[in-house]
């Protein structure tokens, strides 16, 4: 296999992988309102999605190095065909349920093995000093372009449906098990993966804690990684800040629910769009930077700026309000993507295919806590004090954050790679 032919197939796998998310998105709540289901018990659902994946990180990602990315990846397809096939037929709130816990098993196993998969198989073709920064700026640029025609496609089916064929919004449910099923195939039969040492179940079993364990050491104890931790965790309480009361500003500027949901999908569509051209932007922003640090302060930077618009500009109100909203939205996850792929490099450079999943899936981890803390805390403050003096909180710590990448340490995972031999079934 060629370094081209790798790249193709890992943003191939980024493309699907995202696909489905995105096609369910824009109908999700509406499809289990439909379905008779009140506000606390969609909650609920989506709570237990989210406590199923923060769960199942760590130990899908150690699974990941011990039995292989592919046989995980493929695991991940098949629990998203399951889940959203199943959410398309659903009728009540334990069957939504069960959707959910697969979704979030999905979620979990597919955090990490794609990545770890190309950088291990680049590695393998090109050596530990391979330049990462193009193919992973390319596979991130795939994940938001599926985002962005997800959504669109995830909203516009129910349009395209006749009633009598089937409840129009269970066809994007459906038409996303299909895309997943897609991804099945692309995994199974086009991502070859070195050989590695078979493993008894027991083996397996030992191993995977191990993995684990030796996986979060890693990430606590190394200089460089502990503060890519940190600067996941700022991200995610930013992101969250934003998904929180983004929705509810858009409708106070549409002047209903309504055309508020569709100025959301729209604006959260450009946001897509502009994650995307910000993950294609990375490499040139780390050589202009003179770095990957640099240039992840620089995102960083662009970030901050924007979430300080949002608040800036909390008090307009009709048309100008909503397009400042839209421009500092599509800005912010520029921003934000520019400063993920290079923070995502710098972690691959640092770990070694022994512990690349698990280390994603702690990074993964981290970034979820932070929303977590900014739904604990923003929110509440958003309700006492306004959207302005939160947004202004968010935009605060995360210019605070770009000091994570001041003198970050020179990386030492491509001299670990060398000097130490990958575990057997890290694939």
């Not at 370094?3 to 096609?23: D, E, N």
């Not at 439909?34 to 659902?45: N, P, S, Y």
Request: one cysteine or more; proline letters at 5%.
């Amino acid at each position: 296999m060629t370094a081209r032919s790798a790249l193709r197939r890992y943003m191939l796998v980024c493309f699907l992988t995202w696909l489905p998310p995105g096609i369910m998105m824009a109908t999700m709540v509406l499809l289990m309102t439909g379905r008779g289901l009140g506000l606390a018990e969609i909650g609920l659902v989506v709570t237990v999605f989210s406590v199923v994946t923060v769960s199942l990180e760590l130990p899908t990602g150690g699974l990941a190095d011990v039995v292989g990315r592919r046989m995980v990846l493929a695991a991940s397809a098949a629990f998203t065909v399951a889940g959203l096939a199943l959410m398309s037929v659903s009728t009540t709130f334990w069957m939504f349920l069960l959707s959910g816990v697969f979704k979030g098993v999905a979620r979990a196993l597919s955090s990490g093995p794609a990545t770890s998969w190309y950088v291990d198989t680049l590695h393998g073709i090109e050596g530990p000093a391979a330049d990462l920064k193009p193919g992973l700026a390319r596979g991130g640029a795939m994940e938001s372009v599926a985002l962005c025609l997800g959504v669109l496609a995830g909203g516009a089916l129910p349009l395209l449906v006749p009633p009598s064929l089937m409840l129009p919004l269970a066809a994007p449910p459906l038409v996303g098990a299909m895309a997943a099923l897609v991804l099945l195939v692309v995994v199974v039969f086009a991502l070859p993966e070195p050989a590695h040492g078979r493993r008894s179940p027991a083996g397996v079993l030992r191993a995977v804690p191990a993995t684990v364990v030796g996986g979060v050491r890693l990430a606590l104890g190394g200089a460089v990684l502990r503060r890519l931790m940190l600067a996941a965790a700022v991200s995610g309480m930013v992101l969250m800040s934003i998904e929180l009361l983004t929705p509810g500003r858009l409708a106070e500027l549409a002047g209903a629910a309504e055309e508020g949901s569709l100025a959301y999908a729209v604006v959260a569509a450009l946001g897509f769009a502009g994650s995307a051209t910000g993950s294609s932007l990375a490499p040139r922003a780390a050589r202009l930077a003179g770095g990957s640090a640099r240039g992840a302060i620089a995102g960083t930077a662009l970030t901050a700026l924007s979430v300080a618009a949002l608040a800036a500009t909390a008090g307009l109100d009709g048309l100008p309000g909503l397009l400042s909203a839209g421009l500092a939205y599509v800005a912010l996850f520029v921003g934000l993507s520019v400063a993920g792929v290079l923070c995502l490099e710098l972690t691959h450079n640092e770990v070694t295919a022994a512990e690349r999943t698990t280390v994603s899936s702690t990074s993964s981890l981290s970034l979820q806590s932070g929303g977590i803390v900014a739904n604990l805390t923003l929110g509440s403050l958003a309700a006492q004090a306004g959207l302005a003096a939160a947004w202004s909180v968010g935009a605060a710590v995360m210019l605070a954050s770009a000091l994570l990448f001041v003198r970050m340490p020179a990386p030492t995972g491509s001299s670990r790679a060398q000097a130490l031999p990958a575990r057997s079934g890290s694939g």
